[in-house]
């Protein structure tokens, strides 16, 4: 079935460091790719999206291209801060039987010291 | 805010015991969907409604059962608890079904002694 597979954390990064949060998918047809974000005591939120191969979805200076070559959608930002310290959770659309529900990989958690 | 509601937000029971948890979708969402999150399996899928029903099943166990009202709450009701069942649970809700945009609500943590 289709999966999703993220780098293990935690990520440690100084503030104003570069991140990169690796992500790659197993996925019969063309899923649509997101990652979302776990601040501490609350619910996933969405921080952005791409739906078909080459889209780039970005959001709060959070990038992330769909590379359907490489099956990857790897999460990058290029100066992280301490308030992005969170869980990210990349995953896919499966949209078997025409419905979607959404399949995460295990989480990353990045902790950004001053 | 997410404007998703999920009631109670913290709850410690026994094992043997049965609990409901109850979810709000945010307004106009006509879809809920329900995942555990624990330690060592991740975020996992359990189920999906659209307008009151089932559309999808994940890793649901027997012991588990959800629904949907007419007013589009949903309910998750957990019985025969075991320690593993320890964990927290979301309900999170998207306007349709065709979209991976889902509002998370905070989570109900489910503690089983």
């Known amino acids: 079935g289709d999966s999703v597979t993220q780098m293990e954390g935690p990520v440690t990064l100084s503030e104003e460091a570069f991140l990169t949060i690796n992500c790659t998918y197993t996925?019969?047809?063309?899923?649509?790719l997101f990652w979302y974000v776990q601040y501490p005591g609350e619910g996933l939120q969405l921080l952005l999206k791409?739906?078909?191969?080459?889209d780039k979805g970005s959001n709060k200076g959070f990038e992330a291209t769909y590379r359907k070559e490489t099956t990857s959608f790897h999460l990058e930002k290029g100066s992280v801060q301490v308030s992005d310290s969170a869980v990210y959770f990349c995953?896919?659309?499966?949209?078997?039987?025409?419905?979607?529900?959404?399949?995460f990989g295990a989480g990353t958690r990045l902790a950004v010291h001053p | 805010d997410s404007g998703v509601t999920q009631t109670p937000k913290h709850l410690i029971t026994a094992t043997g015991q049965r609990v409901t948890l109850r979810c709000s979708p945010r307004?106009?969402?006509?879809?809920v969907y329900w995942y555990q999150q624990s330690l060592d399996q991740g975020l996992q899928f359990l189920i999906q409604?659209?307008?009151?029903?089932?559309?999808a099943k994940g890793n649901i166990l027997e012991r588990f059962s959800a629904q949907q009202f007419p007013d589009l709450h949903s309910e998750l009701n957990l019985s025969s608890l075991e320690l593993g069942d320890s964990a927290l649970y979301f309900c999170?809700?998207?306007?349709?079904?065709?979209?991976?945009?889902?509002?998370f609500g905070e989570g109900s943590r489910l503690t089983v002694l």
């Open positions: 999170a809700s998207s306007a349709t079904i065709h979209t991976g945009e889902l509002f």
């Open positions: 996925a019969t047809g063309y899923p649509s």
């Open positions: 791409a739906t078909k191969a080459d």
């Open positions: 995953a896919l659309s499966d949209q078997a039987g025409g419905y979607n529900k959404l399949i």
């Open positions: 307004s106009g969402d006509l879809s």
């Open positions: 409604y659209y307008n009151g029903e089932e559309r």
